[in-house]
């Protein structure tokens, strides 16, 4: 069993939208920040968006105002919204949870989600 399972990937063409999502797997307690990481061919892995557990949320810049990061806490889940796609938003996305138990902290990667703007 996976502990982070994504979806929602897959080719659009630019100005359109995808969504993405990411369920929790019910073995991982204490869900703390979720974030969606991307990586393109060549690059490094790079955030894109994060929301604490609270819904405090940070985006980087490339994507303000373009892309929404929420989570719903009951079912351990975090979505991507992602609309005006470009075709620099094509990458691999990566969904990215952190965990607490006690003074440790756990970090947990999805597989990976390809998504591919077209012009």
């Known amino acids: 069993q996976e502990d982070l399972v994504e979806a929602g990937g897959g080719l659009a063409q630019a100005g359109r939208s995808l969504r993405l999502s990411c369920a929790a797997s019910g073995n991982i307690r204490n869900l703390n920040n979720m974030a969606w990481y991307r990586q393109a061919p060549g690059k490094q892995r790079d955030l894109v968006a994060r929301?604490?557990?609270?819904?405090?949320?940070t985006y980087a810049d490339s994507v303000k105002g373009r892309f929404t990061i929420s989570r719903d806490n009951a079912k351990n889940t975090v979505y991507l919204q992602m609309n005006s796609l470009k075709p620099e938003d094509t990458a691999v996305y990566y969904c990215n949870a952190d965990a607490r138990d006690g003074l440790l902290l756990y970090a947990y990667w999805g597989q990976g989600t390809q998504v591919t703007v077209s012009s």
């Open positions: 929301i604490t557990r609270g819904g405090g949320t």
